[in-house]
């Protein structure tokens, strides 16, 4: 009798659409995923945390290809050329996208979706440098 596969967890969010992009993405290359506890979340998002969000797993003899191929996709954000984006101050890659709710106009729509349970209307978007903490905007 044969021994069944034995998966190894390399990666984990905390909702299922991420997990699916990158999903996708080891598939194209030819490396079995198994995703465990998606089901779960997507029923209640908000126990993420509690259970350690979207368990990514390959088979054990493909970690290190699949690791390799985590490791070459950019976790920083890109123009719309693919490009990095570099920080105006100090030249850095690592640049993150994030809204914020900064102003009257963004805190009274988060003000109104919190109380109504729909999703917020208005909010600043801006990029921000992991290494300076500098907040600037890409034209």
Not at 30 to 43: P, Q, Y
Not at 86 to 108: A, M, Q, R
Not at 115 to 137: A, D
């Amino acid at each position: 009798m044969s021994k069944p596969p034995l998966f190894t967890t390399i990666a984990k969010f905390t909702y299922t659409s991420e997990a699916l992009i990158i999903k996708g993405r080891l598939e194209s290359d030819g490396i079995e995923v198994f995703l465990a506890d998606n089901l779960t979340i997507d029923t209640d998002p908000l126990i993420s945390n509690a259970i350690g969000g979207v368990k990514l797993k390959v088979l054990t003899e493909d970690v290190e290809k699949a690791r390799e191929i985590l490791n070459s996709i950019s976790q920083y954000s890109l123009d719309d050329e693919g490009e990095k984006i570099e920080c105006p101050n100090c030249k850095s890659e690592k640049v993150d996208y994030f809204s914020n709710i900064k102003g009257t106009k963004s805190f009274l729509s988060f003000l109104v979706s919190f109380v109504f349970y729909v999703l917020p209307i208005y909010s600043k978007r801006e990029y921000r440098c992991e290494e300076c903490k500098t907040r600037f905007k890409v034209t």
